[in-house]
Protein backbone atom coordinates (compact mmCIF):
# COMPACT_ATOMS: atom_id res chain seq x y z
CA UNK A 1 0.00 0.00 0.00
CA UNK A 2 2.10 2.90 -1.07
CA UNK A 3 1.22 5.95 0.81
CA UNK A 4 2.95 9.60 -0.16
CA UNK A 5 2.78 12.82 2.27
CA UNK A 6 1.37 16.05 1.08
CA UNK A 7 1.44 18.88 3.56
CA UNK A 8 2.58 16.49 6.31
CA UNK A 9 -0.73 14.54 6.17
CA UNK A 10 -0.28 11.10 4.48
CA UNK A 11 -1.57 10.88 1.28
CA UNK A 12 -3.25 8.04 -1.08
CA UNK A 13 -0.65 7.26 -4.02
CA UNK A 14 -2.52 8.06 -7.34
CA UNK A 15 -4.25 4.66 -8.46
CA UNK A 16 -2.38 4.01 -12.54
CA UNK A 17 -5.66 2.94 -13.61
CA UNK A 18 -7.79 6.39 -12.89
CA UNK A 19 -5.20 8.33 -13.86
CA UNK A 20 -5.21 6.75 -17.41
CA UNK A 21 -8.73 6.84 -17.13
CA UNK A 22 -8.64 10.79 -16.14
CA UNK A 23 -6.44 10.73 -19.27
CA UNK A 24 -8.84 9.05 -21.49
CA UNK A 25 -11.97 11.45 -20.26
CA UNK A 26 -10.46 14.87 -20.20
CA UNK A 27 -6.88 15.28 -21.69
CA UNK A 28 -7.01 16.82 -25.68
CA UNK A 29 -5.78 13.58 -27.69
CA UNK A 30 -6.47 12.78 -31.13
CA UNK A 31 -8.49 9.79 -32.09
CA UNK A 32 -5.27 7.11 -32.41
CA UNK A 33 -4.00 8.21 -28.35
CA UNK A 34 -7.75 8.02 -27.47
CA UNK A 35 -8.00 4.30 -28.49
CA UNK A 36 -4.71 3.20 -27.46
CA UNK A 37 -5.19 4.58 -24.04
CA UNK A 38 -8.66 2.59 -24.00
CA UNK A 39 -7.09 -0.49 -25.44
CA UNK A 40 -4.32 0.70 -22.51
CA UNK A 41 -6.88 0.88 -19.69
CA UNK A 42 -9.12 -2.17 -20.94
CA UNK A 43 -5.35 -4.22 -20.26
CA UNK A 44 -4.48 -2.39 -16.87
CA UNK A 45 -8.03 -3.39 -15.50
CA UNK A 46 -8.25 -7.04 -16.92
CA UNK A 47 -11.32 -6.17 -19.37
CA UNK A 48 -10.17 -7.54 -22.55
CA UNK A 49 -12.63 -10.37 -22.13
CA UNK A 50 -15.35 -8.86 -20.25
CA UNK A 51 -18.70 -9.26 -22.40
CA UNK A 52 -19.44 -5.32 -23.79
CA UNK A 53 -23.04 -5.20 -22.05
CA UNK A 54 -20.97 -5.77 -18.64
CA UNK A 55 -17.83 -2.99 -19.50
CA UNK A 56 -19.54 -0.40 -17.93
CA UNK A 57 -20.34 -1.50 -14.18
CA UNK A 58 -16.88 -3.22 -14.40
CA UNK A 59 -15.04 -0.20 -15.37
CA UNK A 60 -17.10 1.74 -12.84
CA UNK A 61 -16.17 -0.36 -9.94
CA UNK A 62 -12.63 0.22 -10.36
CA UNK A 63 -12.49 3.94 -9.87
CA UNK A 64 -13.18 6.06 -6.50
CA UNK A 65 -12.08 9.44 -7.32
CA UNK A 66 -14.83 11.91 -6.66
CA UNK A 67 -13.75 13.39 -10.56
CA UNK A 68 -14.33 9.78 -11.88
CA UNK A 69 -17.12 8.83 -9.71
CA UNK A 70 -19.30 11.91 -10.62
CA UNK A 71 -18.68 11.33 -14.38
CA UNK A 72 -19.79 7.54 -13.99
CA UNK A 73 -22.95 8.50 -12.25
CA UNK A 74 -23.49 11.40 -14.90
CA UNK A 75 -23.34 8.46 -17.49
CA UNK A 76 -25.22 6.03 -15.04
CA UNK A 77 -28.28 8.59 -15.20
CA UNK A 78 -28.38 8.99 -19.01
CA UNK A 79 -28.31 4.91 -19.24
CA UNK A 80 -31.74 5.32 -16.94
CA UNK A 81 -33.15 7.94 -19.62
CA UNK A 82 -36.68 5.92 -21.66
CA UNK A 83 -35.27 6.79 -24.56
CA UNK A 84 -31.83 4.41 -23.93
CA UNK A 85 -34.20 2.33 -22.07
CA UNK A 86 -36.43 1.41 -24.86
CA UNK A 87 -33.61 0.75 -27.33
CA UNK A 88 -31.81 -1.83 -25.33
CA UNK A 89 -33.24 -4.56 -26.78
CA UNK A 90 -32.66 -3.62 -30.20
CA UNK A 91 -29.10 -2.96 -29.96
CA UNK A 92 -28.27 -5.31 -27.33
CA UNK A 93 -25.61 -7.04 -30.31
CA UNK A 94 -24.18 -3.60 -31.18
CA UNK A 95 -20.41 -2.43 -30.02
CA UNK A 96 -20.52 1.45 -29.86
CA UNK A 97 -17.39 3.17 -29.21
CA UNK A 98 -18.32 7.20 -29.14
CA UNK A 99 -15.17 9.46 -29.44
CA UNK A 100 -15.60 13.49 -29.21
CA UNK A 101 -19.06 13.21 -27.53
CA UNK A 102 -18.87 16.89 -26.37
CA UNK A 103 -19.20 17.95 -21.96
CA UNK A 104 -20.87 16.30 -20.03
Given at each position: ?21 D???Y ?17 L ?24 TS ?5 Q ?9 S ?7 C???I ?6
Amino acid sequence: HNVMETDGLPAEAPNPAETLFDSFLYDDNNVLKTLEQWSELKNLLDLNDVPHHQLFSKLKTNFTSWRLTSFMEIIQRRLNVKEYVSSVDKCKDCKIFIIGAGPC
